[in-house]
Nanobody, 115 residues
């Protein structure tokens, strides 16, 4: 059974940081990429960051470049998302997707930036 589980969300003040974790397990096929999306009220789901585990290559949305960093964990299909200098507009449900033979989605973790 494939499981994708996120953690690390919470409430933070503007300028603060959150570190999200995505742990994917139970795959029969290789994980091709690990992806962080976010969904905010009134906005389309946005691909925030992507990492290709084999190569380590990363991609970022323009809106988060220079502030967010995606990285690989050790010993498992794990992707961390370090979010720094958070802004109100970063408030969203952050959802991890592991791409293998199909896409597998977690339930998400809420990140809220508020004064």
């Amino acid at each position: 059974e494939v499981k994708v589980v996120e953690s690390g969300g919470g409430l933070v003040h503007p300028g603060g940081s959150l570190r999200l974790s995505c742990e994917a397990s139970g795959f029969s096929n290789s994980v091709l990429s690990m992806n962080w999306f976010r969904q905010a009220p009134g906005k389309e789901r946005e691909l925030v960051a992507r990492i290709f585990p084999v190569s380590g290559t990363t991609n970022y949305a323009d809106s988060v470049k220079g502030r967010f960093t995606i990285s690989r964990g050790n010993g498992r299909n794990t992707a961390y998302l370090e979010m720094n200098n958070l802004k109100h507009e970063d408030t969203a449900m952050y959802i991890c997707c592991a791409r293998a033979a199909n896409d597998y989605w977690g339930q998400g973790t809420q990140g809220t930036v508020s004064s």
